[in-house]
């Protein structure tokens, strides 16, 4: 069983940076696959960003490319947000989410939801205009 723990929200002016940080238990940290999603008050969950185990694949929605940057840590068991030029339609609650080992490759399977086998608690990221 994998615990995760998001870390790092909070309210920022439109413009301003946050990084969000996600911990994770287990040891097995390395092997998984890492995402970001978001939820918008009345709107659906939607996928922000993802990771491979070993870093090497990065990927980003539309929306926040050019702006957010993936990383991660497996020596801290730690996958990061950093969150750069924030909108306010940036506003939601964050949600880190880790895969097992899969075949999974590619955008149109990281982004999906159901990849990911455990999900954190959120953090909330409020952006002011």
């Known amino acids: 069983q994998v615990q995760l723990v998001e870390s790092g929200g909070g309210l920022v002016q439109a413009g301003g940076s946050l990084r969000l940080s996600c911990a994770a238990s287990?040891?097995?940290?390395?092997?998984?696959?890492m995402g970001w999603f978001r939820q918008a008050p009345g709107k659906e969950r939607e996928f922000v960003a993802a990771?491979?185990?070993?870093?090497?694949?990065?990927y980003y929605a539309d929306s926040v490319k050019g702006r957010f940057t993936i990383f991660r840590d497996n020596v801290r068991n730690t996958v990061y947000l950093s969150m750069n030029s924030l909108k306010p339609e940036d506003t939601a609650v964050y949600y880190c989410?880790?895969?097992?080992?899969?075949?999974?490759?590619?955008?149109?399977?990281?982004?999906?939801?159901?990849?990911?086998?455990?999900w954190g608690q959120g953090t909330q990221v409020t952006v002011s205009s």
């Open positions: 287990g040891r097995t940290f390395s092997s998984y696959a």
């Open positions: 989410a880790g895969s097992g080992p899969s075949d999974c490759s590619g955008f149109g399977c990281f982004m999906r939801p159901a990849l990911y086998d455990y």
């Open positions: 990771i491979s185990w070993s870093g090497g694949s990065l």
